[in-house]
């Protein structure tokens, strides 16, 4: 086996594992408000109670999460419907991005802290 054919074979290896690795590293948690604008469409994942649930279109599956900790609040955007009764706090792990010019998460995983 050529040398140019190994070379090609551990770097293919090498940025599978990296693939792997990279979906399976979750954020830090960090206190809503310290989340500014530098990290718009970055992974960040907060902790906090449940203030309100918004459904702003009947029949969809669209959801709008009020999350408060002690510092701030924020809108976590759900594109799945769940029930949230009996549950006042969660973990929250999203992309940041703004909204008219607020910035708020789209939930990638939502845990129950109860």
Known sequence: MSLLKI???ISLLGIL???IISNEIEPKLIKIK???DT???KNVKISGELIK???P???SDFQILTINDSTAS??????SKQNFQNITN???IGKVQEYKSKLQLNAEKIMSQN
């Not at 924020?74 to 594109?79: A, E, F, K, S, T």
């Open 7 to 9: 070379s090609l074979i």
């Open 74 to 79: 924020i809108q976590v955007i759900l594109n």
């Open 90 to 92: 969660l973990i929250i």
């Open 53 to 55: 649930v918004t459904k």
């Open 34 to 36: 310290n989340i500014d």
């Open 57 to 59: 279109t009947k029949g």
């Open 39 to 41: 990290m718009i469409y």
């Open 17 to 19: 594992v990296l693939l």
